[in-house]
T-cell receptor, first 112, second 111 residues
């Protein structure tokens, strides 16, 4: 099946710094990718829809200036957590859709 | 509105069948999915069913869909300890491509 690769799988950063997470569709082109956040023992919460060549669509309550999304090509979307704080620590997962939706391996972000 | 619910926990013995249930509210969903998540990992697509089907079987997995009751189930035959994980059902929010996830069911398989 189609593969979605997410990098890095784990990152630890200092409070106030920015972190970039990459999401790649490896064997198909994805005009739309999705970024989710998952808190411990909870379900996935959609943060934003990344659209190739245009602005991302953010869900209500998600700060677009804090979570910058860039979808510059048909196989790559990036999520940058700017000025990270400890409350941004979470598991971030991207998804891309061919027919069915495939997910990346997730990124565990820890802000210290 | 969109709301997908699952029971939180299921415990079975190795070799038994497991049935994980899910209820959803968006009757216009096109696809309904089952994903598996192991600790610290992303989501693995297990199977999905089109909304015009009522059953789909894939090796040890059987998905049943009752559109009238908006009820979806995943049956795992001959459950193994490696099946221990969290299972999420998800519905396709029509027209938006995004998925709405259930709360997740933690399956524990004991030897």
């Amino acid at each position: 099946g189609a593969v979605v690769s997410q990098h890095p799988s784990r990152v630890i950063c200092k409070s106030g710094t920015s972190v970039k997470i990459e999401c790649r569709s490896l064997d198909f082109q994805a005009t739309t990718m999705f970024w989710y956040r998952q808190f411990p023992k909870q379900s996935l919460m959609l943060m934003a829809t990344s659209n190739e060549g245009s602005k991302a669509t953010y869900e209500q309550g998600v700060e677009k200036d804090k979570f910058l999304i860039n979808h510059a090509s048909l196989t790559l979307s990036t999520l940058t957590v700017t000025s990270a704080h400890p409350e941004d620590s979470s598991f971030y997962i991207c998804s891309a859709r061919e027919t069915e939706a495939f997910f990346g391996q997730g990124t565990r972000l820890t802000v210290v | 509105g969109e709301d997908v619910e699952q029971s939180l926990f299921l415990s079975v013995r190795e070799g038994d069948s497991s049935v994980i249930n899910c209820t959803y509210t968006d009757s216009s969903s096109t696809y309904l999915y089952w994903y598996k998540q192991e600790p610290g990992a992303g989501l693995q697509l297990l199977t999905y069913i089109f909304s015009n089907m009522d059953m789909k079987q894939d090796q040890r997995l059987t998905v049943l869909l009752n559109k009238k009751d908006k009820h979806l189930s995943l049956r795992i035959a001959d459950t193994q300890t490696g099946d221990s994980a969290i299972y999420f059902c998800a519905e396709d929010a029509t027209g938006f491509q995004k998925l709405v996830f259930g709360t997740g069911t933690r399956l524990l398989v004991s030897p």
